[in-house]
Structures are given as C-alpha cells and as structure tokens.
C-alpha cells in the first residue's frame, strides 16, 4: 500500500463553536424535499404532479439534457407541492412521507462491468452522487475519468467527522468502493487525514490511500486532485463523498435502495449540537433547539439556518431542507448590528485573519461569529490576502479577473477547469473588498459551459 | 437597535428620497459609513466574512503615517527657528509646523474629496477610501513654503486624471499622490525645486539647502551628520525627512502585513547595491558618498515604505515584487547621482516602474500559464503515444 504525505501550507482554520458532539440521533420526520439548485447547471424537467403517490426510487424529475440522469424519491408519499419562484423556477418538490419507506425492486445486472454499473445506478438514480471535475457538476458517464477521488475526512469549519459516521458500514463502503473503482482505467484515491484515525479507511482494498495535512481547504477534493493528479484540459476526476459510497455499496450489496445518511448539526447557537441519521432531504426543523438570549442580546429568531458549512453551504428557510449533497447544517446568528467608528476597534474578540486586528495575535478558543458582511463592496486590490489562503498552483486573483472579464481563453489557461466555487470559498471570506469570489468563479464556469 | 443606528437610518430614508437630498447622498454615506459601520449581511456565497475592510486597511496606514507627521510639525518648526539661530521650545516648533501643514491638508482633503464625491454620486458607488491615504500623503511630500493654489490644482489635477478617469480607486495604475507632485515638479518647478522652499520662512541668510542638493552640487562637506539624517533634524519636505519616524511606522505595515516587507526591502537593498556600484566608479563627488547615505537622504524611505507598497499600483506577485522593488531603488539612485538638473529620483522612479507593473505581472502570470499549457501538452503526447 503506498503511503505518501501531502503539506498543504496555506489555508485558514477558523475557530467557531458548536462542534457536533459525538453522538449519533435518529431523526424522523414526515417533510422531505429535493432542490434541482442542488444539482448545478441541470434543468429540470418534472415527472410527477402535485398529489402523485411516490415509492423510493421514483423518478421526481430528471435533466431536461439527459433524461437518463433522474432525480427520484428518497422516500415513499405523496408529492405535496411543488414550490416554483420566479418565472416559474423550480425552489423546491415537497414530499410528505407515509413513513413506510416502500420501495421499487432493485434488479442488479448479472455482469458487473462498467456499463452495466453505470445503467444501474442511473436507473435508480444514485448516479447524481457521482461528480467530476471540471465543474463539479453530476458525472458525464460518456467521459472516462483519470481518477476517482474520494475525500475522506471535511475540513471546513465544524465539518462532520466521516469515520464517526461510517462506522459499522464497512461492508457496504467496501463494496461502494468495489464498484467504483471499475469505473475508471485509473485509480481511486482515499485522501486522508494524517492527523486523525482513519483505522477504517486504512482497512479498505482496492484503494490508494493518500494523507494530507494542513488547515482547510485541505479537505476539499480540489485541492487534492491538484496536489496529487492536476487536471489538465480535457481530462476528466469523477468523485463522490464517502457517505454515497456507502449507498452505492448497499444497492449492490444489499438490493436495498436507501437514501438514509447521517449529518451534524452543528453551529454557535445551537443547544445539542450532535449527529442525526436522516433520510437525504429531510426538513430538520426539530431537529434542534435554539440557545437563548446570549449576552449580546440576540434573539432566537435572528438565525440564520444553512445546509452545509459556513464557507460554501447555502441558506435554507425555517423548514431546514438538507442540500443534496450537505454533510451538516450549521446555525448561526444573523449580523448586521452597526457599530459606532468600527474602523478604529483594537478588535479582540471580532474574528479576523489579518493582522489589523487584535484578536489575530492573541489565541482565542472560538469566536462565535455572525453574518456580518464587515464593510462596503469595493474594487479588488489586495492580492496577497487571497494567496495565503489559496493553496493551489494557480493564481486567485488573475483567474478571478479572467472570470469577470470574461477572457475564456485566459479562464482556461489560469486553470479554471482545476476549481469550482467552493475552492474560492476561504479567498472570499478574507477579501477586505468584500468580493463574491464564488459567484464570480460560477459565472465563469457557466460561461464556458455555454461557449461550450 | 441603538438610537444612533435609528437616526441614521431616518436620515438615510430622506437622502434617498428627498429630490434635493439625493445629490447629496454619496457624500452623506461616506460620512455615515464613516462613523458606523455599515449593516450588510452576507447574501451570497461565504454566510461569514473577515472584519477587515479597506478602511481598517488605510487607517492602519494613516496610523503608521503619524510618527512621521508629527516629527514633521516639530521640524519644521525647528528649522525655520534654526535659521534664525533660535532655540524655540518643543511645542512652539511643533505648533509652528501643525499651522503651516493644516492649510495644506485642508485644501488637499477639500479639493480631492470634492472630485472623489462627485464620481462616487455619478456612479452611484460608495466613496472609496483610498482618498484618505493620498490626502494624507500629499501634504507630507510637498515643501512646507507650497502655494496652497497649486497644491489644489495638483491634487485636482492627480485625482481626475490619474484616478478617476480610469474607474476609481484600484484601477489606477499611477500612485495619485506622486502624480500630483510630479504634476507640481512640471507645471510649477519654480515652488518645488531650489534651496528657499525647504525651510518654512527662512531667514534669507540661511543656505536651506537638502542634502541631496549638496550631493548634486558636490557638496560633500557640508552634509548633515548620520545623525541628524536619521532622525530627520535636516531641511526637506514636511513628512520624508526622518528615517526613524518612516522605520516606526514601516514596523507597524510590516507587521500588520498592510504593505509588503517584500518591496521595502528590495527597495532598500536596489539603492545599496547601486550605491555600491557607483563607489567602484567614483568619478564624481555624487559618486563616491556611502551608499547607505542614499536611504537617509530625500524621499528614499518614504517613498519605499509608503509610496511603492501602494496595493493597487505595485505588482501582485511575490517574485514581482521583489523585481519592482530592486528597479525602484536602482533607478533612484541612478537618477540622484547622474542627472544633476534634479535632485531626487524617487518621485520618478516609482512612478516609472508603475507604469511597469502590468508588464512585471503579465511575466509572472505567464509564467503560471506555461506550466500549466506545458502540462497538458505532456498529457497529450502521453496519450497518443499509449
């Protein structure tokens, strides 16, 4: 078994409380709900109608692109509503559950190859848990991946731990693997962290098991593919979080069609912040309770619930949808508070990584941070605050500057095709000119795709 | 929310509506941003940011400015006392110099404000505070005898033309505080060159001149002492003449990493070696002086710590910044000891490799895309030939 370490030397940890406490809750609820923004650059074209009666593995909705690539239920009901926004967007397919989780009959192939794999999952609709880089959109199943990447441990701010939450599935994530790995002519990489316990993952065959140390975006696959195989134009990493392995593992493995999967629920302001076993797509809204009035004189009221972490999660409304593909949902006060001649502030208990502040050179445990955006939007101009945050071999700024100028010959050259917005996730927090860095890398993205 | 926080959101309503109003209302956001900070939450993307903003970012330099003002109002006080052969009190010289230095800041703020608002209400943007840095900056590298007419014109002048017609602050690719300097050196040479302007009303006895005169005159002999140059006790404009007041406010940039130690030091180590270079000649009096006598002499530290760091007009690369760094500092000195018509070559010289820094980016940015073009084409050729 090869045995390499990976340093990744820049990145920022940021410290926040309400780290999920290990302790694992089952959590039901009747109201579960797919969001096609989930799923990037997929139109949706509906299958079913507001009262229609769904089984798990019922195709919802597919892409209007690929009407192979289907969206199904994750549990058996009754379609409730569908929630259209603006010109007739599709927000949300509301699913109430009957709780018996009846499901269609899962019909393996009697050959595994990759075809057939590939066929299967797509007819149950597991193959929208493959995503590839570029982009970082579902798999192509027509492109042949270099690699496969599997990131096995988060690195974001409160990510859940993915060894906690897989063990006792061994068998299924074996098999998931099994499967996986005859998808590509390549190899399937474990990328692991070299600080933590990763007796499970070590105990998975077939697999190349790469460490990696350093603060985030250590975790994110972005990083490790350009670390370990850099895409280059025209190549294509298919990767998959470990959770969905599992799932692909109990299809195979079990005939069983089971969108259950275990999220943190994490945040400052949460009051039992811990793990919960749910069925993807579930409303959490009782899934935890509100700390009261802290010292600062926040109410509960003032919160702001996001599926996902704090860098690149997305906001979700009092209902508490898990995203798609979330991992955690993470609370946390809503900002905006004014303070009298900020500017001038030593600043020791607001967060901050430059040295402006105070608090930068004094070691605090945890801030409890808000959503404050701390300033006005200006032009971009200080390059290195992105660079001590940007781990990779490509240039932040410049490709930022290629994005908005829309020079897809320069995108291209900067290494557009090695990142998706959540690798620009940390250079937006730093940015003192407030930049939407994420934004503006997706635009990018969606440009090409269009010229494409 | 607060009383304050409620008044200010009242007046705002009434900026925003009243007809008459709203032609105010860049102006009267820059002030309310100005004392609070502003209520936006994230919407998109990251749910926290960073606290820093670009006006904690200039504040930090206007604080690292201060030690060297305030030497500034107490030499300028000093010399022009000197050269009377009075030894006037501290707060008398200091005094003498805050008079002398307030009507030149008041005017710059007015006049570059006044244009920066207009932009900001045109383009219906928030003032930017980039402003508040150059206004500061202006003052402290012009002589303390300036005519307050040019002063206004140049700082016009600098805030139009090099800043505004390009978009605004960070998309200029001239330091606006040198190019108003620069503006008064060409348009007006007569109130900014010669030995009368240095000391604020000299006594006509007194010669006045800077060292650097003395250097270009080849005056050796009767430069100040390494001492009084470090500390800055010599003739020069308002904030440049003390090395130790730039070192301490160079000391808080550096660690608050607002300004790049990369450009300080290249700076400093392009004008030493060059120094060194022209010792090995030593054909002219301006030649053979000891290289390290450069950095205490002029606008040499003041402009590698406040005026060649500036973000937006330096370099964004490591490796380029340590090349605009090195050609900043030989060019200077280049320019002091050869061209004897002028003086100090600092000015002159950021503001040359300025105009350079797009060319030392687009180096290192193709740099980065050739390793990545010559991968792919790696990866190609290994393909085909499997």
Same mark, same amino acid.
């Given at each position: 078994?090869?045995?390499?370490?990976?340093?990744?030397?820049?990145? $920022?940890?940021?410290?926040?409380?309400?780290?999920?406490?290990?302790?694992?809750?089952?959590?039901?609820?009747?109201?579960?709900?797919?969001?096609?923004?989930?799923?990037?650059?997929?139109?949706?074209?509906?299958?079913?109608?507001?009262?229609?009666?769904?089984?798990?593995?019922?195709?919802?909705?597919?892409?209007?692109?690929?009407?192979?690539?289907?969206?199904?239920?994750?549990?058996?009901?009754?379609?409730?509503?569908?929630?259209?926004?603006?010109?007739?967007?599709?927000?949300?397919?509301?699913?109430?559950?009957?709780?018996?989780?009846?499901?269609?009959?899962?019909?393996?192939?009697?050959?595994?190859?990759?075809?057939?794999?590939?066929?299967?999952?797509?007819?149950?609709?597991?193959?929208?848990?493959?995503?590839?880089?570029?982009?970082?959109?579902?798999?192509?199943?027509?492109?042949?991946?270099?690699?496969?990447?599997?990131?096995?441990?988060?690195?974001?701010?409160?990510?859940?731990?993915?060894?906690?939450?897989?063990?006792?599935?061994?068998?299924?994530?074996?098999?998931?693997?099994?499967?996986?790995?005859?998808?590509?002519?390549?190899?399937?990489?474990?990328?692991?962290?070299?600080?933590?316990?990763?007796?499970?993952?070590?105990?998975?065959?077939?697999?190349?098991?790469?460490?990696?140390?350093?603060?985030?975006?250590?975790?994110?696959?972005?990083?490790?593919?350009?670390?370990?195989?850099?895409?280059?134009?025209?190549?294509?990493?298919?990767?998959?979080?470990?959770?969905?392995?599992?799932?692909?593992? !109990?299809?195979?493995?079990?005939?069983?069609?089971?969108?259950?999967?275990? /999220?943190?629920?994490?945040?400052?302001?949460?009051?039992?912040? !811990?793990?919960?076993?749910?069925?993807?797509?579930?409303?959490?809204?009782?899934?935890?309770?509100?700390?009261?009035?802290?010292?600062?004189?926040?109410?509960?009221?003032?919160?702001?619930?996001?599926?996902?972490?704090?860098?690149?999660?997305?906001?979700?409304?009092?209902?508490?949808?898990?995203?798609?593909?979330?991992?955690?949902?993470?609370?946390?006060?809503?900002?905006?508070? !004014?303070?009298?001649? *900020?500017?001038?502030?030593?600043?020791?208990?607001?967060?901050?990584?430059?040295?402006?502040? $105070?608090?930068?050179?004094?070691?605090?445990?945890?801030?409890?941070?808000?959503?404050?955006?701390? *300033?006005?939007?200006?032009?971009?101009?200080?390059?290195?605050?992105?660079?001590?945050?940007?781990?990779?071999?490509?240039?932040?700024?410049?490709?930022?500057?290629?994005?908005?100028?829309?020079?897809?010959?320069?995108?291209?050259?900067?290494?557009?095709?090695?990142?998706?917005?959540?690798?620009?996730?940390?250079?937006?927090?730093?940015?003192?000119?407030?930049?939407?860095?994420?934004?503006?890398?997706?635009?990018?993205?969606?440009?090409?795709?269009?010229?494409? | 929310?607060? !009383?304050?926080?409620?008044?200010?959101?009242?007046?705002?309503?009434?900026?925003?509506?009243?007809?008459?109003?709203?032609?105010?209302?860049?102006?009267?956001?820059?002030?309310?941003?100005?004392?609070?900070?502003?209520?936006?939450?994230?919407?998109?993307?990251?749910?926290?940011?960073?606290?820093?903003?670009?006006?904690?970012?200039?504040?930090?330099?206007?604080?690292?400015?201060?030690?060297?003002?305030?030497?500034?109002?107490?030499?300028?006080?000093?010399?022009?006392?000197?050269?009377?052969?009075?030894?006037?009190?501290?707060?008398?010289?200091?005094?003498?110099?805050?008079?002398?230095?307030?009507?030149?800041?008041?005017?710059?703020?007015?006049?570059?404000?006044?244009?920066?608002?207009?932009?900001?209400?045109?383009?219906?943007?928030?003032?930017?505070?980039?402003?508040?840095?150059?206004?500061?900056?202006?003052?402290? /590298?012009?002589?303390?005898?300036?005519?307050?007419?040019?002063?206004?014109?140049?700082?016009?002048?600098?805030?139009?033309?090099?800043?505004?017609?390009?978009?605004?602050?960070?998309?200029?690719?001239?330091?606006?505080?040198?190019?108003?300097?620069?503006?008064?050196?060409?348009?007006?040479?007569?109130?900014?060159?010669?030995?009368?302007?240095?000391?604020?009303?000299?006594?006509?006895?007194?010669?006045?001149?800077?060292?650097?005169?003395?250097?270009?005159?080849?005056?050796?002999?009767?430069?100040?002492? /390494?001492?009084?140059?470090?500390?800055?006790?010599?003739?020069?404009?308002?904030?440049?003449?003390?090395?130790?007041?730039?070192?301490?406010?160079?000391?808080?940039?550096?660690?608050?990493?607002?300004?790049?130690?990369?450009?300080?030091?290249?700076?400093?180590?392009?004008?030493?070696?060059?120094?060194?270079?022209?010792?090995?000649?030593?054909?002219?009096?301006?030649?053979? /002086?000891?290289?390290?006598?450069?950095?205490?002499?002029?606008?040499?530290?003041?402009?590698?710590?406040?005026?060649?760091?500036?973000?937006?007009?330096?370099?964004?690369?490591?490796?380029?910044?340590?090349?605009?760094?090195?050609?900043?500092?030989?060019?200077?000195?280049?320019?002091?000891?050869?061209?004897?018509?002028?003086?100090?070559?600092?000015?002159?010289?950021?503001?040359?490799?300025?105009?350079?820094?797009? $060319?030392?980016?687009?180096?290192?940015?193709?740099?980065?895309?050739?390793?990545?073009?010559?991968?792919?084409?790696?990866?190609?050729?290994?393909?085909?030939?499997?």
């Amino acid at each position: 078994m090869q045995k390499t370490l990976y340093k990744v030397n820049k990145g $920022l940890d940021i410290k926040i409380d309400g780290t999920a406490l290990f302790q694992t809750d089952e959590y039901h609820t009747d109201i579960y709900a797919i969001r096609p923004d989930d799923f990037h650059w997929i139109t949706p074209k509906l299958s079913v109608e507001e009262g229609d009666q769904v089984i798990v593995g019922t195709t919802v909705f597919c892409s209007k692109d690929d009407e192979r690539i289907r969206f199904v239920s994750p549990v058996s009901g009754q379609i409730e509503r569908i929630v259209r926004g603006e010109k007739r967007h599709i927000n949300h397919i509301i699913i109430k559950s009957d709780g018996k989780l009846n499901s269609e009959t899962v019909n393996l192939p009697e050959i595994i190859s990759k075809e057939t794999i590939i066929d299967t999952l797509l007819k149950y609709g597991l193959w929208t848990f493959v995503r590839q880089r570029p982009f970082g959109c579902i798999a192509d199943y027509h492109n042949s991946p270099k690699a496969i990447f599997i990131s096995c441990f988060d690195s974001a701010p409160l990510a859940p731990d993915y060894q906690f939450i897989l063990n006792g599935y061994e068998n299924e994530f074996q098999e998931g693997i099994n499967i996986l790995s005859k998808l590509t002519g390549g190899k399937t990489y474990l990328c692991l962290d070299s600080k933590r316990d990763n007796s499970f993952f070590e105990r998975t065959k077939n697999v190349d098991l790469q460490y990696f140390s350093g603060p985030h975006p250590a975790g994110n696959v972005g990083t490790q593919i350009n670390r370990i195989s850099p895409i280059n134009k025209g190549e294509y990493i298919w990767y998959i979080e470990p959770q969905y392995v599992a799932t692909i593992g !109990r299809l195979f493995l079990n005939r069983q069609l089971d969108f259950t999967k275990t /999220i943190a629920v994490t945040g400052p302001v949460v009051g039992n912040p !811990r793990y919960v076993k749910i069925i993807n797509g579930a409303s959490l809204k009782d899934a935890f309770t509100l700390k009261a009035v802290d010292k600062s004189g926040f109410e509960t009221d003032e919160t702001r619930f996001i599926s996902g972490n704090i860098l690149s999660g997305h906001k979700v409304d009092n209902e508490c949808f898990i995203g798609y593909y979330d991992q955690q949902i993470t609370i946390i006060k809503e900002g905006g508070r !004014r303070r009298v001649l *900020g500017w001038m502030y030593p600043g020791l208990k607001l967060w901050s990584n430059s040295n402006t502040y $105070l608090s930068k050179f004094i070691t605090r445990k945890s801030y409890n941070v808000d959503t404050t955006l701390h *300033g006005g939007r200006r032009v971009m101009m200080f390059s290195d605050t992105y660079d001590n945050v940007f781990p990779m071999d490509i240039m932040p700024m410049e490709l930022l500057k290629a994005c908005v100028t829309k020079d897809i010959d320069k995108m291209e050259e900067l290494g557009i095709y090695e990142v998706t917005e959540e690798d620009f996730a940390l250079c937006e927090v730093v940015c003192p000119s407030k930049t939407e860095c994420q934004q503006i890398i997706y635009d990018g993205l969606t440009l090409i795709r269009e010229q494409a | 929310m607060s !009383r304050i926080e409620k008044t200010s959101e009242k007046l705002t309503r009434k900026f925003k509506t009243n007809k008459g109003l709203s032609h105010f209302y860049a102006l009267f956001d820059a002030i309310d941003k100005f004392l609070l900070t502003p209520d936006s939450t994230t919407i998109r993307g990251s749910h926290i940011r960073d606290s820093v903003d670009v006006k904690r970012l200039m504040t930090t330099v206007m604080i690292a400015l201060t030690p060297s003002l305030f030497f500034g109002f107490w030499n300028t006080g000093y010399q022009h006392f000197l050269s009377y052969g009075i030894q006037a009190a501290f707060w008398k010289c200091f005094g003498f110099g805050f008079l002398k230095w307030l009507p030149i800041v008041l005017v710059t703020y007015i006049s570059g404000l006044a244009v920066e608002v207009f932009f900001a209400q045109i383009r219906k943007e928030e003032v930017a505070e980039g402003f508040f840095v150059t206004g500061m900056l202006i003052p402290m /590298i012009l002589p303390p005898e300036i005519p307050l007419w040019t002063v206004a014109v140049a700082t016009i002048f600098a805030t139009l033309f090099a800043k505004e017609v390009f978009g605004g602050t960070g998309y200029n690719f001239l330091n606006p505080a040198l190019v108003a300097r620069a503006f008064i050196f060409f348009a007006f040479p007569s109130v900014i060159s010669g030995d009368s302007i240095w000391i604020a009303d000299k006594a006509d006895a007194f010669t006045g001149a800077t060292p650097l005169a003395d250097v270009a005159l080849g005056n050796i002999s009767s430069l100040p002492s /390494i001492k009084d140059m470090f500390l800055g006790t010599i003739p020069g404009c308002l904030g440049e003449t003390s090395t130790l007041a730039i070192l301490i406010g160079a000391a808080l940039l550096i660690v608050t990493n607002v300004a790049s130690w990369r450009i300080i030091l290249s700076v400093i180590i392009g004008g030493l070696a060059a120094g060194f270079t022209f010792n090995l000649i030593g054909t002219t009096p301006a030649m053979s /002086i000891p290289p390290y006598y450069h950095l205490l002499m002029g606008g040499f530290m003041f402009g590698a710590v406040f005026m060649a760091t500036d973000p937006v007009t330096s370099p964004h690369t490591n490796s380029g910044k340590l090349i605009y760094g090195l050609l900043i500092g030989i060019l200077t000195v280049v320019i002091r000891v050869c061209n004897k018509g002028y003086a100090e070559g600092m000015m002159l010289s950021i503001l040359l490799m300025n105009v350079f820094t797009p $060319l030392i980016d687009y180096l290192s940015i193709q740099r980065n895309i050739n390793k990545r073009v010559s991968r792919w084409n790696s990866a190609k050729s290994n393909k085909n030939s499997r």
